[in-house]
Every structure is written in structure tokens, then in C-alpha cells.
């Protein structure tokens, strides 16, 4: 997964980076806003390390969740220029970061404000997008039902509403999926909070304005994290405990990103590597064998399937074929969260 970190300037969006990665934005010597930076962390899932313990493998891997800081917008106080949506392009999640600590002039936070202003930003880039296409198109005598899907969008927009609740049939969605709506991405609001603020309840008005918005909604104080997150492995959960945080930001953020995408995920298991993949709830098992390789849906023949809980309860594979629970599926199987699975497949 990847997910975009994204706000108005100086909202403290490179120093959530920092604290989700544990890794400076940009090498030093350059500025720290100059650059774009991807960060990889790893999703935690005490599943992966308790299989690893039972099958020795070679290799462990976790899932991965892509953080990409976006470089410093000069058309302030524009949120979103060119190197902003180019830096997001591909996030399958935008984060957007709400200031709620005093600015440098001692201005106090409207976490509210922002955020409309900044949904508002998304709104009018993608309302620019729908009007040049329709534009484009109005030229042409085919495309009824791009035009078509395109005018719903168009009419949202306008009234000043975001994609992101705009329900499409999978015909319409593949109609606009190229345009890669910014307003239609899943959002997660990340209140930036002082220190002072740490830990305190979240203003009742912002989070009314994230249900309406269709985001979930957390709040970190980044600078704290960030300076956790500096420390050796070892000290960071002592510090977090010292602070009253019960888990690092990029767990809590992370957890709230799979929730707000409906991920889930499902393990493979062996000598050689146990890992974790991900795929969204409600996947065929043939899909999510694409996720580990595109021959083995191809070639896609069944699933052996055991579920995490009762195959620890169980404690071995052969105990699970003696209890019944070692399951074989079939195309049409829905892959649960938690499945341990082993393809079969021919090619
Ligand atoms: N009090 C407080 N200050 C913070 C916090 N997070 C960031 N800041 C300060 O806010 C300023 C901007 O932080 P950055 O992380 O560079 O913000 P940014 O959104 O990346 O800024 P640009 O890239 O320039 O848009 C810095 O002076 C930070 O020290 C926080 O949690 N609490
Ligand atoms: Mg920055």
C-alpha cells in the first residue's frame, strides 16, 4: 500500500515522515522540504512473528505500507501544486495533515477550516480534470457513457462535494479509473497535535467533519514521535509509555489505513519464507493468488486453506488434517483476514 502525505505548508507533514519511518526526509546537507521521500515501514502483525517461530523459515516478511512525504508547496497558501499531485499520483490513500499546534507567528490551529479548505483544493483539481475531458469530448460523437459518468462527477463537484461517496458500478468505475480522482481517494485526517495535546480527545467538531467526509480520523503529535522514533529500538516503547501513547503513530496509522481501505491480510508459510500479503476484503482467492504471483492465478487449480487462530490452537498442519480443518477451496472462495494459504497451481 501506499499512502500520500498531504496539507497546507508547515503542517508538519515531513515531521510525520520522520516519526512514521523513523528516517530523515532528505539526506542531510539539503533542505529538508526540498525533496520528495518514500519511506517503507513495515506493518506490524504479531501473526507473521508467531509463525515464523513454528516454521523456522529462511526468510520472514511482513507486509510493507509506502509513506511518501510531499515536497514543500511554493504557491503557498495553495495546498496542492504540480510536484504535490505528481508525489501522490500513484498513493492508494491520501493522508492529510491538519496543523494543531501554534504556528511559528503564535497563529492557534483550525483544524476544521483546514480541513474544508483542503478538501476543497481536491474538489477543484478534479473539477478542473472533469471539465477539460467533457470539454475534449464534447468534440466527439462517441464515449456516451465516459460523457455520461463524467457529468454525475461534474454535477458532485460543483456543488462542492467530494468523489469519495459517489457510487459508481464497476462499469463506470473503470470508465474514470484513469483520471485517478484525487476528491474520490480514501482519506485519512491526521490532526497534528502540540505537545500539551498529546493524548487529549479529539476536537467533537473535526470528527463530525471526517464522518461527513467519509475519513477516518486520528491525531499524533508528530514532533514527540519523531523524536521517539530516533531512539534505539529498544528505549522507543518505554518513552512512548512515559508519554501516555500507548502505540507508535505508525501502528495506530497504519491500522486506521487498512480499516479505511478494508485491506486484510492473508499468510504463506514454508521452509524457504513466511509472509504476509495483503488484498482487500472480499477477494477471490484467485486474485489474492495474483498478489504472490501472476502465473500462480493463471494457473490457479485450488486453495489449502487453514485460519490462523485454529491452526495455532491446533498446533501443526497435521493436527489440523486430523480435526478436519485443513480446508481445500476452490475459485470462488472468499479469503478471509488471517488465512493461511497454500496454492496450487499449474502452468
Ligand atoms: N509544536 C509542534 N510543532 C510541530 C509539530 N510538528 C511539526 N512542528 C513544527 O512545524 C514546522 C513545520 O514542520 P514540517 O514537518 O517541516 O512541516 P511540513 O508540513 O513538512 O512543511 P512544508 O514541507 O514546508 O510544507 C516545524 O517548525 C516543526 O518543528 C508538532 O507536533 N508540534
Ligand atoms: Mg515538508
Redesign the pocket.
Known amino acids: 500500500m501506499r499512502a500520500g502525505?498531504v496539507?497546507?505548508?508547515?503542517?508538519?507533514?515531513?515531521?510525520?515522515?520522520?516519526a512514521l519511518t523513523g528516517q530523515a526526509?532528505a539526506p542531510s546537507g539539503s533542505s529538508?522540504?526540498a525533496k520528495s521521500g518514500l519511506g517503507v515501514v513495515r506493518v506490524p502483525d504479531d501473526r507473521v512473528t508467531r509463525l515464523s517461530g513454528l516454521y523456522h523459515p529462511k526468510k520472514t516478511t511482513y507486509a510493507e505500507v509506502v509513506f511518501v512525504?510531499?515536497?514543500?508547496?511554493k504557491a503557498a497558501p495553495s495546498g496542492l501544486d504540480a510536484a504535490m499531485l505528481q508525489a501522490v499520483a500513484e498513493a492508494d490513500a491520501l493522508v492529510v495533515?491538519l496543523?494543531?499546534?501554534?504556528?511559528?507567528g503564535g497563529r492557534a490551529p483550525n483544524s476544521e477550516r483546514e480541513l474544508q479548505d483542503f478538501d476543497a483544493e481536491l474538489i477543484l483539481s478534479d473539477l478542473g480534470i472533469v471539465e477539460r475531458r467533457l470539454e475534449r469530448l464534447a468534440k466527439t460523437r462517441d464515449s456516451d457513457r465516459e460523457k455520461a459518468v463524467l457529468e454525475r462527477c461534474l454535477e458532485r463537484l460543483g456543488a462542492g462535494s467530494a468523489l469519495r461517496d459517489l457510487e459508481l458500478s464497476s462499469d463506470e468505475e473503470r470508465a474514470v479509473s484513469s483520471f485517478a480522482f484525487l476528491s474520490r481517494r480514501p482519506l485519512l485526517v491526521v490532526l497534528?497535535?502540540?505537545?500539551k495535546d498529546a493524548g487529549a480527545p479529539l476536537p467533537s467538531g473535526l470528527v463530525t467533519l471526517a464522518q461527513q467526509s467519509g475519513a477516518q480520523l486520528l491525531s499524533?503529535?508528530?514532533?514527540?514521535?519523531?523524536e521517539i522514533a530516533r531512539l534505539p529500538q529498544a528505549d522507543q516503547a518505554d518513552f512512548l509509555a512515559s508519554m501516555g501513547i500507548d502505540e507508535p503513530a505508525s501502528a495506530r496509522l497504519i491500522r486506521s489505513a487498512y480499516a479505511l481501505l478494508d485491506y486484510i491480510s492473508f499468510f504463506t508459510v514454508g521452509e524457504d519464507e513466511v509472509r504476509a500479503w495483503t488484498v482487500r476484503r472480499g477477494s477471490l482467492a484467485p486474485r489474492a493468488a495474483a498478489r504472490v504471483h501472476s502465473d500462480i492465478e493463471r494457473g490457479f487449480i485450488r486453495a489449502e486453506v487453514m485460519s490462523y487462530d485454529a491452526f495455532i490452537e491446533a498446533g501443526s498442519e497435521a493436527r489440523m488434517k486430523a480435526l478436519g480443518q485443513f480446508r481445500v477451496e476452490g475459485k470462488d472462495y472468499v479469503v478471509a483476514d488471517g488465512d493461511i494459504v497454500n496454492f496450487r497451481f499449474n502452468v
Not at 496539507?7 to 520522520?18: A, D, S
Open positions: 502525505l496539507g497546507f505548508p508547515q503542517t508538519g507533514k515531513t515531521t510525520l515522515f520522520e526526509a529538508r522540504t512525504d510531499t515536497p514543500r508547496s495533515v496543523r494543531g499546534f501554534d504556528d511559528m497534528n497535535t502540540s505537545e499524533v503529535c508528530a514532533a514527540v514521535e519523531a
